[in-house]
């Protein structure tokens, strides 16, 4: 097999990748929407906040069989890589993914990274690949969906009002797409909350947010062709920021949406803000974008408070997904 990486310039091999990753997506997570062309070119000019992915295309004869691709930052985690391999359904179990996994190890070793992190659905076989390369189970995750359509309109009216009641201290902020240049600096010091969510077993940091890394993750999404919806919760009294939610709604197919970070700061919790934000969201898109039918979402399987939130607003689980992790 012959491996290389290429740029989203490259339109033969974006295809060609993006048809193998479709064709495996189908095989092992049938519930998950196809990605268009456009969404593909997205992800891999703009990453999901302007640190894009590095794509590698396997090709045998010519003819694309196993796509692979590296994430890394260079804001924190500065150890880390993660890796995907897919390999087309009707040639696995040929060494086509063993071939592109060892490629995407080194390379990421060349980048000076020392820990590879591998996420597989829980589908017979796939963690039974990366157990056999060395790499351990160290986190859960679920993938979730919401139907709106399915939505009690006055129960979720009902829960956001008892929700407000309990945090009758706190006002709702709607942000569409860029968020103004004043309030960059308090809203990363807020979206650090995320890192109090678990983490499991995995060998990672903190993530580092600052103003120039929320500025990039809003640029990123719009550029992408998203339309992002930012809920904050602000302290009346102190004007402070105690939590968020954010979802973007996909232009191209504008009945998807997917639920981006929510979280809520220490020091404001118990007030219910997870609740109120959630179905604040869920209000604002009513009104703003009626034509959402799907929102998906993910949590690690031990965070037991935000998927009691979500189980109240109707999310089904699609699947589970394992995150394994090695070091080189």
């Not at 097999?1 to 339109?11: A, K, Q, T, Y």
């Not at 309990?166 to 709702?172: M, N, Q, S």
């Not at 109090?196 to 990672?204: C, F, R, S, Y």
């Given at each position: 097999?012959?491996?290389?990486?290429?740029?989203?310039?490259?339109?033969d091999a974006v295809r060609g990748w993006a048809a193998v990753r479709t064709a495996s997506s189908?095989?092992?997570a049938p519930w998950e929407h196809e990605p268009t062309e456009h969404f593909t070119l997205g992800q891999l000019r703009h990453g999901w906040d302007g640190e894009p992915q590095v794509p590698f295309l396997g090709t045998v004869g010519g003819v694309p069989v196993a796509a692979g691709a590296i994430s890394t930052s260079e804001r924190d985690n500065l150890h880390v890589a993660?890796?995907?391999?897919?390999?087309?359904?009707?040639?696995?179990?040929?060494?086509?993914?063993?071939?592109?996994?060892r490629h995407l190890e080194a390379e990421a070793a060349r980048m000076g990274r020392t820990s590879v992190g591998i996420s597989c659905w829980d589908v017979d076989g796939l963690e039974a690949f990366g157990l056999a390369h060395g790499y351990e189970r160290r986190a859960v995750g679920v993938n979730r969906r919401q139907y709106i359509a399915e939505i009690d309109?006055?129960?979720?009216?009902?829960?956001?009002?008892?929700?407000a009641a309990?945090?009758?201290?706190?006002?709702?902020v709607r942000r569409r797409d860029r968020t103004p240049d004043?309030?960059?600096?308090?809203?990363?010091?807020?979206?650090?909350a995320i890192n109090?969510?678990?983490?499991?077993?995995?060998?990672?940091e903190d993530e580092v947010f600052d103003a120039a890394r929320i500025r990039a993750y809003d640029d990123a999404q719009v550029s992408r062709g998203f339309a992002l919806h930012r809920l904050v919760a602000r302290h009346r009294r102190t004007g402070e920021l105690a939590g968020q939610t954010v979802v973007v709604v996909d232009l191209e197919r504008p009945h998807l949406a997917d639920q981006h970070d929510t979280s809520v700061v220490a020091a404001h919790r118990g007030h219910r803000l997870g609740a109120l934000l959630k179905t604040g969201m869920l209000q604002w898109l009513r009104e703003d974008q009626p034509q959402v039918a799907e929102i998906d979402t993910w949590n690690a399987e031990s965070n037991g408070f935000m998927i009691g939130v979500n189980e109240a607003l109707g999310y089904r689980v699609m699947g589970r997904e394992f995150d394994l992790q090695r070091s080189l």
């Open positions: 097999m012959d491996i290389r990486r290429f740029d989203p310039d490259d339109g189908a095989h092992d993660w890796v995907s391999v897919d390999v087309l359904p009707d040639r696995r179990r040929q060494g086509l993914g063993t071939t592109m996994l309109a006055r129960a979720l009216d009902v829960l956001h009002d008892e929700a309990a945090a009758a201290d706190y006002e709702l004043d309030e960059l600096e308090a809203l990363a010091v807020m979206a650090s109090d969510a678990p983490k499991e077993g995995l060998d990672i």
